[in-house]
C-alpha cells in the first residue's frame, strides 16, 4: 500500500499562509486522485479538497473554496495544499490519502501522521 508523508504545518496568525505537501512511495502515483483531510480536536476527520491523477480536475469542500488550493507533481509524487486566508477554525491535523469522491478511497488504511496546523486569532 502506498506510504504517505505529510509535511508543512505549522503556527500561523488568521490570515496567514501556508503550504502543506504529501510525499507519497510507489511507482503508480499518478493513477489515482489524491485527497487532503483535516481532523479538529474533538471531531470527525473532514473531507478539504481533491485533486485527479492527472491533476486536471479539482474539488474543495465549500469551507475553503477561494482559500485553498490543490496541486500535485506526479514526478516527485507529491500533492500540495496552498492554504491563503487561514481562519482559527482550520486549526487541524491535516492528512493526505488516495480519494474516491470526497472520501478516503476503501481501500486505503495506512494513514501518515498529518501534519498540525494552528491558526491564532
Known amino acids: 500500500q502506498v506510504q504517505l508523508v505529510e509535511s508543512g504545518g505549522g503556527l500561523v496568525q488568521a490570515g496567514g499562509s501556508l503550504r502543506l505537501s504529501c510525499a507519497a512511495s510507489?511507482?503508480?502515483?499518478?493513477?489515482?486522485?489524491m485527497g487532503w483531510f483535516r481532523q479538529a480536536p474533538g471531531k470527525e476527520r473532514e473531507f478539504v479538497a481533491t485533486?485527479?491523477?492527472?491533476?486536471?480536475?479539482?474539488y474543495y469542500a465549500d469551507s475553503v473554496k477561494g482559500r485553498f488550493t490543490i496541486s500535485r507533481d506526479n514526478a516527485k509524487n507529491t500533492v500540495y495544499l496552498k492554504m491563503n486566508s487561514l481562519k482559527p477554525e482550520d486549526t487541524a491535523v491535516y492528512y493526505c490519502?488516495?480519494?474516491?469522491?470526497?472520501?478516503?478511497?476503501?481501500?486505503?488504511?495506512?494513514w501518515g501522521q498529518g501534519t498540525q496546523v494552528t491558526v491564532s486569532s
Open positions: 510507489g511507482r503508480t502515483f499518478s493513477s489515482y486522485a
Open positions: 490519502a488516495p480519494a474516491r469522491g470526497t472520501r478516503a478511497a476503501p481501500e486505503f488504511s495506512s
Open positions: 485533486i485527479s491523477g492527472s491533476g486536471v480536475i479539482t
